[in-house]
């Protein structure tokens, strides 16, 4: 089937640890896009990329970085320098043009 | 810059009776609008994505109407179900700025449909 795939789906970072999470879409999609939300709200953008080894800061950028080695790939690392990291990070993509973005499940981020 | 609101932030109905979820748009300059679902600790799912140039947009007990004018939408659901319990989120996507085809979203309506 095809779709967008999240992993893990529950997180959990220490103090000063660098996360990774998984997001894997078999749609041949061109744009992929991170997103975060926080309980009660709706969705705020953190980078997002339009094609492979080509990406740009969205809304809430500082403390996350990625990558898009791949087109199929597109995994997002919380930095140490996110201090409030706790939150629902959910993973879309896109063809181009104007057609709507598909989510993946999400993965729920916390603190230990 | 955009912002986008939904009004009520929750909403309990009956069952049968018909949802009428609202969305309010700052900025007219808009590609297209979209309503998503969310169930609890969910991905979303698309429910409807009407262009800038249509007025509505029709899938089965759902009706999505956009008045790009004065910045709103309207997604209407038919007789609702207790399965149409969900949050529900629009989103627009400006035109203003294209680059990455951005998508704004509103904070979303919880909605309750009880038995």
């Known amino acids: 089937d095809g779709g967008i795939t999240q992993s893990p789906k529950y997180l959990f970072r220490k103090e000063g640890q660098n996360v990774t999470l998984s997001c894997e879409q078999n749609l041949n999609h061109d744009a992929m896009y991170w997103y975060r939300q926080d309980p009660g709200q709706g969705l705020r953008l953190i980078y997002y990329?339009?094609?492979?080894?080509?990406?740009q800061k969205g809304d809430i950028a500082e403390g996350y970085s990625v990558s898009r080695e791949k087109k199929e790939s597109f995994p997002l690392t919380v930095t140490s320098a996110q201090k409030n990291p706790t939150a629902f990070y959910l993973c879309?993509?896109?063809?181009?043009?104007?057609?709507?973005?598909?989510f993946g499940d999400g993965t729920r981020l916390s603190i230990l | 810059k955009q912002e986008v609101t939904q009004i009520p932030a929750a909403l309990s109905v009956p069952e049968g009776e018909n949802l009428v979820l609202n969305c309010s748009f700052t900025?007219?300059?808009?590609?297209?609008l979209q309503w998503f679902r969310q169930d609890p600790g969910k991905g979303l799912t698309s429910l409807l994505l009407?262009?800038?140039?249509?007025r509505e947009q029709t899938s089965g007990r759902l009706n999505a109407s956009l008045d790009k004018s004065s910045g709103r939408s309207t997604l209407y659901i038919a007789a609702s179900q207790p399965g149409d319990s969900a949050t529900y989120l629009c989103a627009v996507m400006g035109s203003r700025e294209t680059a990455g085809n951005k998508l704004t979203f509103g904070g979303g309506t919880r909605v309750l449909v009880k038995p």
């Open positions: 009407i262009q800038s140039s249509q």
């Open positions: 900025d007219s300059a808009i590609y297209n």
């Open positions: 879309a993509s896109k063809t181009g043009g104007l057609g709507p973005q598909h």
């Open positions: 990329s339009q094609i492979v080894n080509d990406f």
